[in-house]
């Protein structure tokens, strides 16, 4: 089945820093969606990716649609403590209805 | 606008026993999807209904089951529980049931099963 590479796992980072994290994939994906999940919760949506080379943002998240249509980046500027938390690549590929996730990134923020 | 409900938060079980677990999408979605969360496996999808019809599965034993009803709430149940069962299950509404349509999640059901 189709398999999401998503790096790094974890993330330490100070406060006011940026962060990014990337998703990977061998097959083309249609969309991709990037979650972030709090302990005890289920998963948010932040960002929801179309087309390839799209860039789209979020207040200070910016998520972008890898040209080749196999990946997709979430960048956070200027973490700050409420940022903490697991991120979650998703993606359907080509006429599935299959939401394949990533494995998620873990980010700490240290205050 | 309310978003996804799901039915116990929290559920204790006994192996061999089944389980069924609730979920009411957000109004106006009639696509509702099924994902079993583990620290080991992350999350993995288990079925995918729109209209009442299933229309997609996952790797998953039999036991494993659901369905969709006419207002599109749906349920799923796990039948003869097994340790490794102990998971969060997370139901997920989308407005078309479109493959590339937007999922939002409901909190969850904890199950434990002993």
């Known amino acids: 089945g189709q398999q999401l590479n998503q790096s790094p796992q974890s993330m330490f980072i100070q406060e006011g820093e940026d962060v990014s994290m990337n998703c990977t994939s061998s097959?083309?994906?249609?969309?991709w969606l990037w979650y972030k999940q709090d302990p005890g919760e289920g998963p948010v949506l932040l960002i929801a990716?179309?087309?390839?080379?799209e860039l789209t943002s979020n207040g200070r998240l910016t998520a972008q649609f890898g040209i080749t249509r196999k990946d997709s980046f979430l960048n956070i500027s200027a973490s700050i403590p409420s940022d903490v938390g697991i991120y979650f690549c998703?993606?359907?590929?080509?006429?599935?209805?299959?939401?394949?996730f990533g494995k998620g990134t873990k980010l700490s923020v240290i205050p | 606008k309310a978003g996804v409900t799901q039915t116990p938060r929290y559920l204790i079980k006994t192996r061999g026993q089944q389980v069924t677990l609730s979920c009411s999408p957000i109004?106006?979605?009639?696509?509702v999807s099924w994902y079993q969360q583990t620290p080991g496996q992350g999350l993995q999808f288990l079925f995918e209904?729109?209209?009442?019809?299933?229309?997609n599965k996952g790797n998953f034993p039999g036991r494993f089951s659901g369905r969709q009803f006419s207002n599109s709430r749906s349920e799923m149940n796990v039948s003869t529980l097994e340790l490794g069962d102990s998971a969060l299950y997370l139901c997920?509404?989308?407005?078309?049931?479109?493959?590339?349509?937007?999922?939002?999640f409901g909190p969850g059901t904890r199950l434990t099963v002993l």
């Open positions: 997920a509404s989308s407005r078309l049931g479109d493959s590339a349509h937007e999922q939002f």
């Open positions: 097959s083309i994906f249609n969309t």
């Open positions: 990716l179309y087309k390839a080379g």
């Open positions: 998703a993606g359907f590929g080509a006429g599935s209805y299959q939401l394949t």
């Open positions: 109004s106006g979605h009639r696509s």
């Open positions: 209904y729109f209209s009442e019809t299933q229309r």
